[in-house]
């Protein structure tokens, strides 16, 4: 199973939380957050976001950092699916998966995990609202919750 998968298509969590844990006795839990597309953007109502990446340094990048979340937390698997193109309001973007034994460890890496995908997973997104299309700037609340890791984060302006 990939543990890294960028696609256009939609994707089924029931689906994919089932696929983490299959074969593995030792899980006991399962941690899944997914992020869908806001109506209401940076100041404008949004139809819809646009996610472009770059292929093979995106993946690597994600790679790197389940590998950093493995290292750190006590957990048996991880995925993350990420959606690119152009993404209707209310669409699920991302999914973070985590699998352990127990609980706590798989919050705490998803969360992780989630932490390190807004601040250094090389994506770029556009809102598309009535006035217009804009890129979406990091912003220095996401850099902060990567900090709370020992991570710093230098992409808010």
Known sequence: MARVCIQT???D???EAAALRSGD???GAVVAFVGTVRELGSSAAVSCMELEHY???TEAAIEAMMDAALA???IRAAKVIHRVGVLQAQEQIVAVLV?????GAAF?????LMDYLKTQAPFWKKEHT???AQWVDARVSDDAALARWGIAGSNAS
């Not at 705490?108 to 992780?112: I, R």
């Open 25 to 27: 006795g030792g899980v």
């Open 130 to 132: 009535a006035g217009g």
């Open 13 to 15: 969590l029931g689906v």
């Open 72 to 74: 750190r937390f006590d």
């Open 108 to 112: 705490q890496a998803c969360e992780f």
């Open 55 to 57: 292929p093979g340094m």
């Open 9 to 11: 298509q939609d994707f």
């Open 99 to 103: 699998s352990s034994a127990h609980r």
